[in-house]
Nanobody, 122 residues
Framework: QVQFVESGGGLVQPGGSQRLSCVTS????????MTWYRQAPGKEREIVAT??????????VYRDSVKGRFIMSRDDAKNTVYLQMNAMKPEDTAVYYC?????????????WGQGTEVTVPS
């Protein structure tokens, strides 16, 4: 079945860097766009960045608040996506999740991993 295993979170000082990884399984990774989400305490989950499938040139779209600071990438040989976070701010504190972009009628699109928690103290 579809699985997403996020890792790499932790405590990061303001201005610091952290790299998140998400290992996937259960689907043909290279065929799907991938998205990093995050959910801050008391807030709704939001999209951080989306990378297209490799056939779509691997283009990445970022939310405005992370543009120029975060870099999303993918390694199709490892079925893994990454999120390099630089110049981190307290408002980046959240649980981060990755997910494949699947059609709405594909129930596999309802699967979430456990997430990885990132804390940037103020």
């Amino acid at each position: 079945q579809v699985q997403f295993v996020e890792s790499g979170g932790g405590l990061v000082q303001p201005g610091g860097s952290q790299r998140l990884s998400c290992v996937t399984s259960g689907f043909t990774f290279s065929n799907y766009a991938m998205t990093w989400y995050r959910q801050a305490p008391g807030k709704e989950r939001e999209i951080v960045a989306t990378i297209s499938a490799t056939g779509g040139n691997g283009n990445v779209v970022y939310r405005d608040s992370v543009k120029g600071r975060f870099i999303m990438s993918r390694d199709d040989a490892k079925n893994t996506v990454y999120l390099q976070m630089n110049a981190m701010k307290p408002e980046d504190t959240a649980v981060y999740y990755c997910k494949a972009v699947m059609p709405k009628n594909d129930l596999r699109g309802n699967v979430w991993g456990q997430g990885t928690e990132v804390t940037v103290p103020s």
